[in-house]
């Protein structure tokens, strides 16, 4: 059982920038791919990004060029970095996890998830 903790939310303002961690229970941390997810109220759980155990990254278009995901295996924490966020970026965001190499974009995917921050993004 992976265990997953988000840290880093919180309210800011249009053009801000913030980061998230998430940190992992888990010992073999490498072995996991690494998502976050967002849901904003009504609306579905929407991809993020993704990383995989060696870094290769993967983002929804709608972040590219504005997110950065990243990770530290040694420290067993994956991080996203938001800059320019936008209102529409509000959202609760979810770390989650899925054992294997390759990333995924659907949130059946995963097999542990976190609790959740929120981000809130003022116009």
């Known amino acids: 059982q992976v265990q997953l903790v988000e840290f880093g939310g919180g309210l800011v303002q249009a053009g801000d920038s913030l980061t998230l961690s998430c940190a992992a229970s888990?010992?073999?941390?490498?072995?996991?791919?690494m998502g976050w997810f967002r849901q904003a109220p009504g609306k579905e759980r929407e991809f993020v990004a993704a990383?995989?155990?060696?870094?290769?990254?993967y983002y929804a278009d709608s972040v590219k060029g504005r997110f950065t995901i990243s990770r530290d295996n040694a420290k067993k924490t994956v991080y996203m970095q938001m800059n320019s966020l936008k209102p529409e970026d509000t959202a609760v965001y979810y770390c989650a996890a899925a054992y294997g190499s390759w990333y995924k974009t659907y949130a059946d995917g995963y097999d542990y998830w976190g609790q959740g921050t929120q981000v809130t993004v003022s116009s």
């Open positions: 990383i995989t155990g060696i870094s290769s990254t």
């Open positions: 888990e010992r073999t941390f490498s072995s996991y791919v």
